[in-house]
Structures are given as C-alpha cells and as structure tokens.
C-alpha cells in the first residue's frame, strides 16, 4: 500500500495534469521565462488555517527554486489582511502554481474552521468530533488532515484499517453475532489487528453487539434521548460513536449523553472555502 507522501504526490500530479497540462500558454507566452517575483497568501475571511505545509510541497513539486516564507502556520487562528506565507522566485512557476495550491488550502480551510467550530460547541466535554469517508474524491487525506488541523478526529481513513458493520453488513450476514464473528475469524486468519465497530439501529443490537464484544458501537439515528439510555446500558463496556442527522444546533445535546464520539459527515462533504487569494508583492 502506498505512503501519505507518495499518495499526495499522486494527487498533485494529477492536479498538474488537469490543471497545467502542457504549459500555461497565457503565462508563457506573457511573461520573460527569466522573470522573477513574489507572492504572498492574503487572507480574507476568519478561520482557521489549514494545508500550509501542502502548499510547500505544490511549490516544491513544480519549481524546486521556489522560495516560501511561512508566517502563520497550520491551526492558527486568522482573519482579513493576515498574511500566512510569501513566496519567492520565477514568475512563471508562481502563476502555474497559483490556482492548485489556493484550491487545497481554500478546502482544508474550510473544513478546519467547520471542524473548530462543532469542537467548540463540544466544549468542558470528554465527546470529539469526528469526519466520515465522504470527502472528495482523491482528496481524502488532505480532507482528514484538515479535520485533525481543526480539533477534530479521524475515524477510518478507508475499508482498509478498521471494520465498520453496518446494517447491511449484518442483514447480509445473518444477524449481529455472526457478523462480529466472521470479521474477528478473518482478522485472526489474515493476520490483522483490525478494530470492530458496529452499527445498531435498537436496544436489542446493542445488546447483541455487547455480547459479541465489539470495540466501538454506532448508534445510528438515535435521539438525544435515547442515546442517553443507550449510554447508561453500554455503561463503559466500549466506546460509543453517535452518528446520523446530526446537526451544530443539535450536536451539544448528544455530547452531553457521554458518547466518546459524534461523526459528522458534514465536515468535509459540503464544506465552503475559507476566501483567501494569492497576490503580486512588491
């Protein structure tokens, strides 16, 4: 399986392709390829910034020559007119980089600012936040890194490092414990130490997940309401994520139940970009 590094390396050079192509023809045929400037990151709108050491390596990939002088690093509160890095170098290079590189720091800003803000409504309490696998296509890590930049969670990066039982899974496997124990048979048989979530609907399969002996149980579209009681009779015997609807005007109700965590997939699937822009400095 391929390293954080080399799969962002596949990602920027994809962002090349489809963005640069053969060449900016507007910038090379404008611009002297011997001239040189600097740019700087201004942002204009408050948040959170996230995907500053991204940047450097979009500038890195394409223009080793490129010269970045960080400011504000990622996780850092900013606002209007806050400055967060110049970079320096061949004016060519700044222009092609210019739109992949705000691209990815305008998204994992977003997301880290929405992150901030649902922990901050978590606050004096044990719950975290925590992100879904719906992000964007080819952008999952960057999109996770920007939640943990923002305070809060991953759950699984993919199908690959933890086994999440959903209701499909289990009506598929013929009920909850054969479910768990398939999945526990084929982690001792291949050899992996895999987590084993699952997914409950009522009171009844949490009973039965407890008496499988899973490491997490999902309470899937529970009230605030009943996941307090679900709380009082999984009574610390495994961690409990709430998840399904849950919105900021309602996440403090069900943080206040005791739930170790609330994923919440609109962190990352609708998520605004934080404004920033990249401007010409003197």
């Known amino acids: 399986m391929k390293s954080r590094d080399e799969l962002i390396d596949d990602l920027l050079t994809l962002a090349f392709a489809e963005d640069v192509g053969d060449g900016d023809h507007t ?7 011997d001239a040189r400037g600097k740019q700087h990151l201004l942002i204009k709108e408050p948040g959170i910034i996230a995907g500053v050491e991204i940047a450097r390596k979009v500038f890195e990939k394409f ?8 400011f504000i690093h990622d996780g850092a509160e900013v606002k209007p007119g806050d400055i967060a890095f110049e970079v320096e170098g061949k004016v060519q290079s700044l222009l092609q980089t210019e739109r992949i590189m705000l691209n990815i720091m305008q998204r994992m800003s977003g997301i880290a600012t929405t992150t901030h803000r649902y922990m901050q409504e978590l606050q004096g309490l044990k719950t975290k936040v925590i992100d879904t696998r719906k992000t964007e296509p080819g952008m999952r890590l960057l999109d996770k890194e920007a939640v943990k930049i923002g305070g809060g969670g991953n759950h699984r990066i993919g199908l690959f490092d933890m086994i999440l039982i959903k209701d499909n899974h289990v009506d598929f496997a013929g009920g909850i414990d054969k479910a768990v124990a398939s999945a526990k048979e084929y982690c001792r048989r291949t050899g992996r130490d895999l987590k084993i979530e699952v997914e409950v609907r009522n009171t009844d399969e949490i009973d039965q ?16 309401e009943r996941t307090a009681d679900a709380v009082k009779r999984i ?15 309602t996440l403090r109700a069900y943080g206040e139940t005791g739930v170790d965590f609330i994923s919440v997939g609109a962190l990352t699937h609708s998520v605004k970009g934080l404004d920033m822009s990249f ?4």
Do not use: C, W, Y
């Open 27 to 33: 910038t090379l045929s404008t611009i002297p390829a």
């Open 63 to 70: 223009d080793p020559e490129l010269k970045m002088t960080v």
């Open 209 to 224: 997940a407890l008496a499988a002996g899973v490491d997490r149980i999902m309470l899937d579209n529970f009230t605030p």
């Open 235 to 249: 009574n610390g015997a495994t961690e409990i994520e709430s998840s399904g609807g849950i919105t900021l005007q």
């Open 279 to 282: 401007k010409h400095s003197n």
